[in-house]
C-alpha cells in the first residue's frame, strides 16, 4: 500500500470564500462605486455553501453582510437603493448556500451510509480467501469501477477440499445490484459444491444449474475454475472467461487455451456442448494468476490494453501480496487514472518442499 498523502484539495477549496470576498472588497475599493463591484462579495458565502457545513456559511454570510455595509457607506452607497440592494443580494445568496450546504450534508451522510453498507455486503460476498490452502500461497486484488459502492459483479473464491483445492474467478455481465446478486448465486453455489462435486466436471454442472435456475434473462457469468492437487498438475474448466496466465519458476509465460471454448455459465443448457477440462502443469516455484477481463480490457491514452502478459515480471516480488498490489498499481498507472471496469485479481503460489534450495519464492 502506498503513502496517503495529505488532502491538499479541501483544504485549498477551503480557502475560496475568503479569497473571492478579498477580491471582490478590493476591486470595489480601487475601482469606486461607479463600477458596481460591490454585490460580487456575495461569492463568499456561494463558495462556503459548495465546500463547507451551513455554520461556516452563516459565519461567511455575516462577514460579508459586514463588510456589505462597511463598503456602501464607504461609497456613499445607502444614499440610494444601490447599497440595499447589494445587502438583499448578499443576504439571499446566503440563504441559499446555508440551503446548499443542509442539502449537501444530508447526501454525504446517506452515501456514508450506503457504503457501509456496501463493504459489509462486500466482506459476506467476497470474504478474505485464505493466505494458504494444500501446497498454495493465496493473494487477491479487487479493484471496482465504482469506488463510491466498492462493490461490483466480479466473484472469486479458494476452497481446500478433500479433492483438493478448488478456486474459481468469475465475472458477471452487467453491472449494479443486479450483477452482485448473481455474484452471490455463484459463490454460494461454488462453495457448497466443492466440497461435495467428486471431479471438476461435476462442480461445474453444478454451477451451470444453479445460475440457469436462479438468474433471469440474459444474464450469465464468464468463469474460470481450477483445482490443484498434489501431483504438480492444474486442472482447468473455463465458461468463456479469460484464460489464466502461468508464471513458470524460470520467469517464461504462458496463457494455456481449453482445448473448446464454452458459453458462459447460465448459456450453457441451451443444448451447446459444455466446456472441455484441461491439464496444465503447476509444480512449485510456478505462479498463477487468474483474473477477469477488466485487467487485460483496461486502456491507457492511447487506446493500447494492459499488456498483462509482459508485466508478469512484476510478481517476482518475494511476497505474494505486495507482487500482486504492485501489479495493481501498474495497471492503475496505465489507465491514467481510474479504471473502467472491474478488475480481480486471484494471485496462487506453488510452494516449495521444505528445505528446497532455489530463489526467492517467485
Not at 143 to 166: F, K, M, N, Q, W
Not at 293 to 319: C, H, K, M, W
Request: glycine residues 12%; aromatic residues 6%; hydrophobic residues 45%.
Amino acid at each position: 500500500m502506498g503513502e496517503r498523502r495529505p488532502a491538499s484539495g479541501p483544504a485549498a477549496l477551503s480557502w475560496i470564500p475568503v479569497a473571492a470576498m478579498t477580491v471582490a472588497s478590493a476591486a470595489d475599493v480601487v475601482a469606486g462605486p461607479g463600477v458596481g463591484f460591490l454585490p460580487l462579495i456575495s461569492l463568499g458565502p456561494a463558495f462556503s455553501g459548495l465546500v463547507g457545513g451551513w455554520r461556516r456559511t452563516a459565519v461567511f454570510g455575516g462577514v460579508a453582510l459586514a463588510l456589505c455595509v462597511g463598503l456602501g457607506l464607504y461609497d456613499g452607497l445607502f444614499e440610494e437603493r444601490r447599497g440595499f440592494t447589494a445587502m438583499a443580494s448578499v443576504a439571499g445568496v446566503t440563504a441559499a448556500g446555508i440551503a446548499a450546504a443542509v442539502m449537501r450534508s444530508r447526501r454525504e451522510v446517506e452515501l456514508a451510509r450506503v457504503r457501509s453498507i456496501a463493504e459489509v455486503a462486500q466482506r459476506v460476498l467476497l470474504r478474505p480467501v485464505p493466505r494458504t490452502a494444500g501446497p498454495l500461497r493465496a493473494a487477491v486484488s479487487y479493484t471496482s469501477a465504482v469506488a463510491e459502492a466498492r462493490i461490483g459483479g466480479d466473484l472469486y473464491e479458494v476452497v481446500a477440499s478433500p479433492h483438493g483445492v478448488r478456486v474459481i474467478v468469475g465475472d458477471v455481465q452487467g453491472k449494479g445490484l443486479a450483477a452482485v446478486e448473481a455474484a452471490a448465486v455463484v459463490l454460494g453455489a461454488f462453495r457448497e459444491a466443492a466440497h461435495d462435486a467428486p471431479d471438476l466436471l461435476g462442480l461445474g454442472e453444478r454451477l451451470e444449474r444453479s445460475v440457469s435456475r436462479e438468474l433471469e434473462g440474459e444474464r450469465f457469468v464468464t468463469a474460470v475454475l481450477a483445482e490443484i492437487g498434489a501431483d504438480h498438475e492444474a486442472l482447468i474448466l473455463n465458461y468463456g472467461h479469460p484464460s489464466p496466465m502461468l508464471v513458470r519458476d524460470d520467469g517464461s509465460v504462458e496463457f494455456p487455451r481449453p482445448p473448446r471454448y464454452a458459453l458462459p455459465l447460465g448459456l450453457g443448457l441451451h443444448g451447446t456442448e459444455g466446456p472441455l477440462a484441461h491439464r496444465v502443469a503447476f509444480a512449485p516455484g510456478d505462479q498463477m494468476l487468474l483474473y477477469t477481463d477488466g485487467v487485460t480490457e483496461t486502456r491507457d491514452a492511447s487506446g493500447s490494453f494492459y499488456p498483462l502478459g509482459a508485466q508478469a515480471p512484476l510478481l517476482r516480488e518475494a511476497d505474494a501480496d505486495r507482487a500482486l498490489e504492485g501489479l495493481r498499481a501498474d495497471l492503475v498507472r496505465h489507465a491514467a487514472g481510474p479504471v473502467h471496469d472491474d478488475a480481480a485479481m486471484l494471485l496462487l503460489r506453488y510452494h516449495r518442499p521444505a528445505g528446497e534450495s532455489a530463489e526467492p519464492d517467485v
